[in-house]
């Protein structure tokens, strides 16, 4: 202050910093409806501070149920059987689930090996089928053979017989 002629003049201020904490915990993507068993989702959540904020923290995670449904230390979620299962996500104190159902993977593509066979009278050739869900997975959907007869021949636990062809005139 050397303009007003006053020297070695001081001033005190006092500053208090509050420290940030996470205030409120928000899942930003859980799934909607039902997952497939195989399936896998995404889960994020979302921290604020008490100003409301974006809260750089670690959320940890964490399966009720893991015979039905893992989950990672990112949130990356695996459907594993059939049933329910509870997901939570949490930071300190601030915690918040989602209930998530695993259904049973639906057949999506029926593959039969081979798909084309020639034979004469009498010979057999087993048919192999491979069934896939909408991501490509192989499933069990519990698949079983209707057992057909007809003059062309007969399918008995995916074994084809190929029987007599009788030409008509």
């Known amino acids: 202050f050397r ?11 006092m500053v208090t910093i509050i420290p940030l904490h996470a205030e409120t915990l928000t899942l930003t993507a859980v799934p909607q409806g039902t997952l497939e068993v195989n399936e896998t989702f995404q889960f994020t959540a979302e921290v604020r501070d008490q100003l409301g904020n974006l809260f750089d923290t670690t959320v940890s995670w964490e399966s009720d149920n893991t015979s039905v449904g893992t989950i990672g230390a990112i949130g990356n979620f695996t459907a594993v059987s059939i049933g329910a299962v509870n997901i939570t996500a949490s930071v300190g104190d601030l915690r918040v689930t989602q209930p998530v159902s695993v259904v049973p993977a639906v057949p999506h593509e029926i593959i039969i090996d081979p798909a084309t066979s020639i034979l004469n009278a009498s010979e057999t050739v087993r048919l192999n089928v491979t069934i896939k869900d909408k991501r ?27 029987g007599k062809l009788i030409e008509k005139n």
């Open 3 to 13: 303009s007003l002629g006053v020297e070695n003049v001081n001033a005190t201020a």
């Open 136 to 162: 490509g997975d192989i499933i069990d959907s519990g698949f079983t053979w209707a057992k057909n007869t007809d003059e062309y021949g007969t399918l008995v636990d995916g074994v084809f017989t190929a």
